[in-house]
């Protein structure tokens, strides 16, 4: 079992790797372009993904590979009282979208991560986003479905299991992270 998934993993991040190194590099541009001028990166996403949007929005504010000055992110994700407020309101799948159009503001970038590519409260958010003029940002799995059309930039990984597709999500934010602070901070 062991090496069967270690297997898939290796084959699934070198297809993704070959597809999309170019979809990185065009992110951490787009990153590095908006925080210049301002703005910052809101991240969404549910389960894991949710935890993931936590977890990049802490390497840009703190810090990833080099010391430097904090930078703007938000993990849609975090604060309980309004992800339970508007659920219970409305729906849940408008807990990202509300924020979206609360925070958001045009030449932000939004990265809305969902492995299915079919979360409809990230889908949602980039409906909202997209709407106000933020640049936005899919992370996905093999089958992008309705995300492909609703993103600026789609970061497709080349598997459908879903812990595979977010380890490699978790390793191409990583990267996306360390070109962003090498094009900022030039180490």
């Known amino acids: 079992m062991i090496?069967?998934?270690?297997?898939?993993?290796?084959?699934?991040?070198?297809?993704?790797?070959?597809?999309?190194?170019?979809?990185?590099?065009?992110?951490?541009?787009?990153?590095?372009g908006c925080i210049k001028d301002g703005g910052k990166v809101l991240l969404c996403g549910n389960g894991?993904?949710?935890?993931?949007?936590?977890?990049?929005?802490?390497?840009?504010?703190?810090?990833?590979?080099?010391?430097r000055s904090p930078l703007p992110a938000i993990a849609l994700t975090t604060d309980t009282s309004i992800l339970?407020?508007?659920?219970?309101?409305?729906?849940?799948d408008q807990v990202f979208s509300k924020q979206v159009r609360s925070i958001g503001v045009k030449g932000?970038?939004?990265?809305?991560?969902?492995?299915?590519?079919?979360?409809?409260?990230?889908?949602?958010?980039?409906?909202?986003a997209k709407e106000m003029?933020?640049?936005?940002?899919?992370f996905t799995g093999n089958d992008p479905r309705e995300m492909e059309h609703k993103c600026d930039l789609l970061l497709r990984v080349a598997s459908t299991d879903t812990p595979r597709i977010q380890e490699i999500h978790i390793f191409c934010a990583h990267l996306?992270?360390?070109l962003v602070?090498?094009?900022?901070?030039?180490k």
Do not use: P
Request: net charge negative; hydrophobic share 45%; proline share 0%.
């Open 3 to 32: 090496d069967s998934a270690l297997e898939h993993l290796t084959s699934a991040l070198e297809a993704t790797m070959s597809e999309s190194r170019h979809v990185m590099e065009q992110i951490a541009t787009a990153i590095v």
């Open 48 to 67: 894991g993904s949710a935890a993931d949007c936590q977890h990049v929005a802490a390497e840009f504010v703190n810090r990833f590979r080099l010391e």
């Open 84 to 92: 339970t407020s508007v659920a219970n309101d409305y729906s849940f």
């Open 108 to 128: 932000d970038v939004l990265i809305g991560i969902s492995t299915s590519g079919r979360s409809k409260n990230v889908l949602m958010a980039l409906d909202v």
């Open 133 to 138: 003029g933020l640049v936005t940002v899919g």
């Open 176 to 178: 996306v992270c360390d």
């Open 181 to 186: 602070e090498r094009s900022m901070f030039g």
